[in-house]
């Protein structure tokens, strides 16, 4: 866990929450609003995955203060003033890489134990 | 929108206010407007949706509110990394009774129900007691008011004040130091091209005299903008003021649309008013008969709004002199020959 005030490396955040992964890839394709990214993170998931609007802001806060995210200009065509828009910060972008390669490492230590079969042989 | 919807809107909005009170200050000041129209988009998917639907919608909010706004108050970090989960003792002891109770998610589910609406009750309890006794109305001696209501039969006595009964009530000889009336509403703010849906107040010209208010800019409304030929004037509210014009002083003077029409900003109301009605978040203050000139839906879209005795729709509100208490404001009302109620605003 880094420390507060330091700026954290992306391995010291892993593993990362579920929700906060998917928050991150919910805004892969450019910014969004809170309830954009509710129903993004559902609709990737196969509604697996639902983010209350109260763990949403809060997973955000935490996640802005650490760098993985950023607030985003307001579109020209948003008329509601409330709304804010996040973007996903490089450092974001390494987070949910270095996530996705620790959860690739993980399905390999399976792949090699025997429990699962190789990726090719499954499909 | 129906007048129906709208009102159960701004009822939502007014319960997700009191659920946001789960969070510290700081967070709600930070992300409480995106969280509110967050919260409302996600409402209105539910809104023509069977009780049972809407119901499970407020309980998994309610839940979710409080159980993030105690974290939000608790931790100081950990929030985005999953549990390690790899030590003994009390971390393995808590895996393991998530797992037991996964197998028992009806009793997972009447557990957490029971939480949400006891920790939800309390929270809305513990709101109601900061806004009724540790931050009163902020208007000039409270304990001088008192609504008014039309009597409405002896199963519904208190109902609202229709306008013509208000206005023949006004000019009554009743004694009372003055009679106001209001009624709480939404319509759309358009100002610079951004437009928002606000709350607003449609007031009687004395409204803000008899609260005892003093404007901080500007001024506030006046019995003229409610009898004169030209009603198009709005007071904004601080939070408005600061928000939506950062506080420009410019702001008095400058021409914003509501719903469509343009209406002159006439002044900002005193910090920290935000309508009379318990929970009201009130934004703009309009004269009652703009309102039905503006409106698109709603109680003031009928054409005889101000006119017909039947729509009882305005709350009224009394101040009084010294010593006047319910029962003689009563008996004084009697006298005037029309049929209302009164109960001390002071008591709730």
Do not use: C
């Not at chain 2, 409080?66 to 003994?88: D, E, I, N, P």
């Amino acid at each position: 866990m880094p420390s507060p005030g330091s700026s954290p490396s992306a391995a010291e955040l892993l593993p990362l929450k579920n929700e906060v992964l998917h928050l991150l890839l919910s805004l892969l394709d450019g910014p969004l609003h809170g309830y954009a990214m509710m129903q993004e993170v559902e609709r990737r998931t196969g509604g697996a995955v639902r983010v209350q609007t109260g763990a949403l802001y809060r997973f955000l806060h935490r996640m802005e203060e650490d760098g993985l995210v950023g607030e985003s200009p307001r579109p020209e065509d948003e008329s509601d003033e409330r709304r804010r828009y996040y973007r996903v910060t490089a450092f974001g972008r390494a987070a949910a890489a270095a996530e996705l390669q620790r959860m690739r490492a993980l399905v390999q230590s399976g792949v090699e134990a025997g429990v699962l079969p190789p990726a090719a042989e499954e499909a | 929108m129906s007048a129906g919807l709208a009102a159960r809107e701004r009822r939502s909005r007014r319960g997700h206010a009191l659920l946001l009170r789960a969070f510290p200050r700081s967070f709600r000041e930070r992300h409480g407007p995106a969280m509110t129209a967050t919260f409302m988009e996600a409402w209105r998917v539910v809104a023509d949706a069977p009780l049972r639907t809407r119901a499970l919608f407020w309980t998994r909010t309610a839940s979710d509110h409080v159980v993030q706004g105690l974290a939000v108050r608790m931790s100081g970090g950990g929030v985005l990394q999953a549990s390690r989960a790899t030590g003994v003792g009390f971390a393995t002891d808590l895996l393991l009774a998530v797992r037991a109770l996964r197998r028992a998610p009806g009793f997972v589910a009447l557990v957490v129900v029971t939480l949400a609406l006891g920790i939800g009750a309390n929270v809305a309890v513990l709101s109601l007691f900061d806004a009724v006794l540790l931050h009163p109305l902020p208007v000039a001696e409270p304990e001088h008011l008192f609504a008014v209501h039309e009597a409405l039969g002896p199963a519904a006595r208190r109902g609202g004040v229709a306008y013509p009964t208000y206005r023949d009530l006004r000019g009554a000889p009743t004694g009372l130091a003055g009679l106001a009336a209001y009624f709480d509403d939404d319509l759309e703010l358009e100002e610079e091209g951004r437009v928002e849906r606000t709350e607003v107040s449609v007031v009687s010209g004395d409204y803000f005299r008899v609260l005892g208010l003093e404007p901080q800019r500007g001024r506030l409304l006046v019995p003229t903008d409610e009898t004169g030929s030209d009603p198009a004037v709005v007071v904004l509210s601080d939070g408005l003021w600061r928000r939506r014009f950062g506080a420009d002083p410019g702001a008095v003077g400058s021409t914003v649309h509501l719903n469509g029409t343009p209406v002159t900003v006439v002044g900002v109301a005193p910090r920290g008013f935000r309508g009379v009605s318990l929970g009201s978040d009130v934004e703009l203050w309009i004269p009652l008969p703009l309102a039905p000139r503006i409106a698109r839906d709603g109680i003031f879209a009928a054409e005889d709004a101000l006119t017909h005795r039947g729509l009882k729709i305005l709350n009224v509100v009394a101040r009084v002199g010294d010593g006047v208490t319910p029962s003689m404001l009563q008996e004084r009302l009697d006298r005037s020959r029309l049929a209302a109620d009164a109960e001390s605003v002071a008591d709730g």
